[in-house]
DNA sequence: AGAACATTGTGAAAAATTTCTCAGCATTTC
DNA sequence: GAAATGCTGAGAAATTTTTCACAATGTTCT
């Protein structure tokens, strides 16, 4: 029987704070740290130094997924990577498509080269046609005008934009046509999708004025 | 005189929420679209509606730090942008160091090329023999045993971190030592650093987790 | 087997953040 | 110049998120 609350809703329907999934990353991360090097199991106590988030908020996080620790044990490590990894949809392998061949997503189809953990670059677009054609790490570069028709074949979910800010738009809303269910945006712009579509952005400029704010209250 | 508030503290030193100072990036990079455009005033709401944030917590984010609109009328962006850069330091110019002059390093310093925005990579590091005495862009690179003794004299505050994830911590370290305040991390690894030095961290594998999870949930 | 111990899971309290609301004030209209 | 309008700034309310505190529970030691 599942367990419900006194509201009757479905317990693990409960709304999991955003906050909670990026730690739950983090989580993850950690926990293969102490993993490689050997370490079995660890208490909260023990992964919150690490990450350097409170104890109670990470056994919090977690019991929005329900239990998976020992009293007075703490928690199998294999098993708490192998639950993360379950509940943020890791076990299956992700395919996605890159949009804009240059220098960043160079950068980004190396780093994601070869199937990284669970992520595998599958096809690659762009405007130049001089880039068109040729192949970048190990996956084809298309011209974006075909982006539809290649992934009614490829049926990829996820699309990275990495693209200059002026092209940023546009290609989303391709993405998006082509059936693109999530995003990950470098462009330093605010992107305009329909509800459903998931985005995130990773802003460089961004980055760095929020670095300079800290830096100059000092 | 200055403003204070019942509590007698200044108001200006009234701690701002770490999300603000987010946000007020990318009012900034709205601004900034709109002023291109050609656009001289803008009111809260249309702000708000182009960054996708409610337009109280805009007024609410700028009261933080004074008053800048007009009743009736609106902002003036020319303005505004001022203001919001004075307020993250973004009207002094700032020098950064780049350690690992790989595949994303290089990325980054051709994004950050010629003085993006106020900040101007001065020198990039790398463990590589062949890499050093090489440059990237229009900047040196030296061996990174040398960064304590090179930034001596430049005195930069802000580096970037784009080497691999066991290298890491060893590069912050290096960053610190030689007078680094404030550090971009892409590795991804939970950093270790003294308090006082901010560290933000642009973790792809991480953004792409969470897009996972949002994917899955649907 | 029982006592001592370590650590989880969670309800409740506290803190932080967002959103609502509206008085007050420039600007424009009549 | 008075009235209507549009929009800001900020106190109050609502919501979300974090932290606390402890009962419950498995483990280890004697």
Redesign the interface.
Known sequence: MKIVNEAGVDKNLLKVPQPT??R???Y???IR?LRTDGTLTASSTEIAQ???INAAQFRKDLSYFGEFGTPGLGYDLADLEAHISR????D?Q?DVILVGAG??G???S???GFE????RIVAAFDVDAKKVGQTMGSCPIYHIDELAKINAQLNA??GVVAVPRTAAQEAVDKLVASGV????NFA???LLVRP?I?V?N?????????????????
């Not at 509940?87 to 890791?90: F, K, Q, Y």
């Not at 990284?116 to 992520?119: E, K, L, V």
């Not at 269910?181 to 990950?184: D, R, W």
Request: glycine share 8%; hydrophobic share 40%; with cysteine.
């Open positions: 999934i990026e739950l990353s983090a993850l991360q950690c740290g690490r990450t350097g509940i943020m949809g890791l299956e992700h220098n960043l160079n950068a980004l190396q780093y994601m990284h953990r669970g992520f979910q996820v269910q999530a995003i990950l330093p712009v605010a459903g998931v995130r990773v802003d460089l400029t961004s980055q760095m004025e929020v670095l300079s704010y800290y830096l100059q209250s000092k």
